[in-house]
């Protein structure tokens, strides 16, 4: 398994922006489709966003559609996640996952970082 860690959350305020960083333990980082979940307090973990092995797919969850944008660089071994006009609803431990393939269910996810807070205030 590929160990991954978060980092770049934070408290910010309702409409500002953070960017999420996932920094992959390998090399071979393009293995792996990769995708962004995030959990809030007594709620299930909500699937965020994937991206392919070389970025020519992503997806989006219906509540970030057109706020947030994943990426990737191989080459640095690592995922990003912009977060664009936060809502206090993106409030929430979000979690790096690595997979075979790029899908929207966690269950398909094999690798997870250990979570980073964010938190929007209104």
């Known amino acids: 398994q590929v160990q991954l860690v978060e980092s770049g959350g934070g408290l910010v305020q309702a409409g500002g922006s953070l960017r999420l960083s996932c920094a992959a333990s390998?090399?071979?980082?393009?293995?792996?489709?990769m995708g962004w979940f995030r959990q809030a307090p007594g709620k299930e973990r909500e699937f965020v966003a994937y991206?392919?092995?070389?970025?020519?797919?992503?997806g989006y969850g219906d509540s970030v559609k057109g706020r947030f944008t994943i990426s990737r660089d191989n080459a640095k071994y690592t995922v990003d996640l912009q977060m664009n006009n936060l809502k206090p609803e993106d409030t929430a431990v979000y979690y790096c996952?690595?997979?075979?393939?790029?899908?929207?269910?966690?269950?398909?996810?094999?690798?997870w970082g250990q979570g980073t807070q964010v938190t929007v205030s209104s």
């Open positions: 991206i392919s092995r070389y970025g020519g797919s992503t």
């Open positions: 996952a690595a997979g075979a393939t790029f899908s929207t269910s966690a269950a398909d996810f094999g690798s």
């Open positions: 390998e090399r071979t980082i393009s293995r792996y489709a």
